[in-house]
């Protein structure tokens, strides 16, 4: 029986201490990694864009020349058209979205079903931009032509196509925020008397609010960024129309666009426009993200 | 004595729901508003899937897996070459993201809770939001810019990119499911830090881990935007003696290129690549719904 003590006194072999403090330090530098990858991108891109800060100045967002001939460059009409077309969605999508969120965390539908909607609503987040584009391109324009004063690609098509793109977003995080709500001031509403969507509206709604502002901000950050399927409905126009159906561009379109044919210091100056939608992406997804971590303390 | 309290102050009539009571009103049409919503929301989807299912169907054929693309106006070709850089650069970007991914998991769900793992979860979350097109645009500055040429290895990389935080977060999702009592037994019977992680942990997590895989790779196969100027694309088959260091063509920017040329058959190439893109995603979500449903514990 002294055999187990006196084993329990073996010290663990070395090549086992090293092995623990090697996986350690591998999984300590793959998390760090992470970090060191956002800020990596956000350097890089700055010193990209650094030939074309010197250039063009603050001036560059606010002209709206685009010219590689003469190598006069600013992006005033891709960031109007990036924020137009960005809050065009949301106003269509947050109200749709939020009327999917209520369906489907009420108790409507029986759960099978509620399920089955819940994934297919996600799967619209699943598709990719791209295949969106291409519907667009052959059915959604087409189809726009014959009911509105429509020639081709512009704003509208670009717009209404975001909006189905981050309507997943929305109704997802606005729904896990109304099922998160406790119960118990459910029941205290209806126990007052109030119907089913006096609760909703005074009670339910409000108590979920932060998780359903900070699921619109993430859904804003995705509008802002959407690239290919905006890309081949918005006509790329840098001219600044106000018309929904006018050609218009987006920072992201721009890029999708130019880059890969582009030299010199328009590659500058289309890594300063990839900054600031960097900049402008990453500011409201860290405000999203602090909003959404707040809910979740609650 | 109780009963008569009752009836005389209380009619049980008025329970019934007033149907013209302007509260039961205001809650009936709310509800069809939310109804209509909920049915606008899933018409798109719905109208997608069967034009894909009508468009795609009738280009596909078995030689559009085997075959180049064909220039404009010439019948047949296909998108064997758009095929294989998919599966090559997806493979690049797993290769590199899965190791990195599960490792810093590992880190954030076994080694660490405090306040750095809050930082780096809030960093993956915001990588998460960093459009794919800025991931292009980052691709193309350190790698394309760097050896001077257009490859599927920069494609790769930035498709790399995109799939980490999705990697991260389900599979730090899978750890915790793990119950704390796993690792305690495995501590107890004299196990070492790695040899619970690695032989104990994980195992009990795989199957919701490597669903998150199969999403991360769903994600890459179909993003464009990463890949427009960092892998180009080609009308020729993936050179291998050449070190895959030439533009490479994928499913997802062919689709793209296709799409905005008028040609009949290389649209037609478009809607069946479209059509194999939203499969896989179809697939994957199914199978990821059916592997993390049944619990390991």
Known sequence: ?298 | MTSEFISEQFDPGSLKKNTKDPRTLFGLIMSGIAGTFMVMAIIPLIIILLYLLIQGISSISPSVFIELPPPPMVEGGGFGNALLGTVIMVSIGALISVPIGILAAIFLSEYSGGQIANWIRFATNVLSGVPSIIIGVFAFGAIVLTFKTYSAWAGGFALSILMLPIIIRTTEEALKLVPQEVRQASVGIGANDFQTVLFVVMPAAIPAILTGVTLAIARAAGDTAALLFTALFTQFWPNWENKLAEPTASLAVLVYNFAIVPFKNQQALAWAAAFILVLLVLLTSIISRLATSKRQF
């Open chain 1, 1 to 298: 029986m002294t055999s187990i003590s006196e084993r329990r006194l073996e010290q663990r072999p070395p090549l086992e201490k090293i092995m623990d403090t090697v996986f350690l330090w591998a999984a300590r530098i793959s998390a760090l990694a992470i970090a060191g990858v956002l800020i990596w991108i956000i350097t890089l891109v700055f010193i990209q864009a650094l030939p074309a800060i010197g250039q063009f100045g603050l001036g560059f967002l606010f002209k709206s020349t685009w010219n590689p001939v003469r190598d006069e460059y600013g992006i005033l009409t891709p960031i109007y058209g990036t924020i137009v077309s960005s809050l065009i969605a949301l106003l269509i999508s947050v109200p749709i979205g939020l009327g999917v969120s209520i369906v489907l965390s009420e108790d409507y539908l029986p759960t099978q079903i509620q399920r089955i909607l819940v994934f297919l609503v996600e799967l619209l987040a699943a598709i990719p931009s791209v295949v969106y584009g291409l519907w667009g391109v052959f059915v959604l324009i087409p189809f726009l032509r014959e009911i509105t004063p429509l020639k081709g690609p512009s704003m509208l098509p670009a717009a209404l196509i975001l909006s189905v793109m981050i309507l997943p977003t929305i109704s997802a995080i606005a729904r896990d925020a109304l099922i998160n709500v406790d119960i118990g001031v459910r029941q205290a509403a209806v126990g007052l008397g109030a119907t089913r969507w006096e609760t909703i509206l005074l009670v339910i709604l409000p108590a979920a609010s932060s998780g359903i502002i900070g699921g619109i901000m993430l859904a804003l950050g995705r509008a802002l960024g959407e690239t290919m399927a905006v890309t081949m409905l918005i006509g790329n126009s840098n001219q600044l129309n106000v018309s929904l159906f006018q050609p218009s561009n987006t920072i992201s379109s721009l890029l999708a666009n130019q880059f890969a044919e582009a030299s010199g210091l328009q590659v500058s100056a289309l890594m300063y426009a990839a900054l600031v939608l960097a900049i402008i992406t990453l500011v409201v997804n860290m405000l999203a993200q602090i909003v959404v971590t707040q809910l979740q303390k609650i």
